[in-house]
């Protein structure tokens, strides 16, 4: 029998990484476009 509790467990975690990794990457380009802001100033 499958072990449906840990197939979601997985799955969770994974959905956890892929919303952290797009955080992160958000986080970034927010930090690269303002430091374009304050070379043009």
């Known amino acids: 029998m499958p072990d449906y509790k840990e197939m979601y467990l997985n799955m969770v975690r994974a959905a956890e990484q892929a919303q952290n990794i797009l955080i992160e ?4 380009c927010e930090e690269m476009y303002l430091d374009t802001q304050d070379d043009e100033d």
């Open 25 to 28: 990457a958000q986080q970034k």
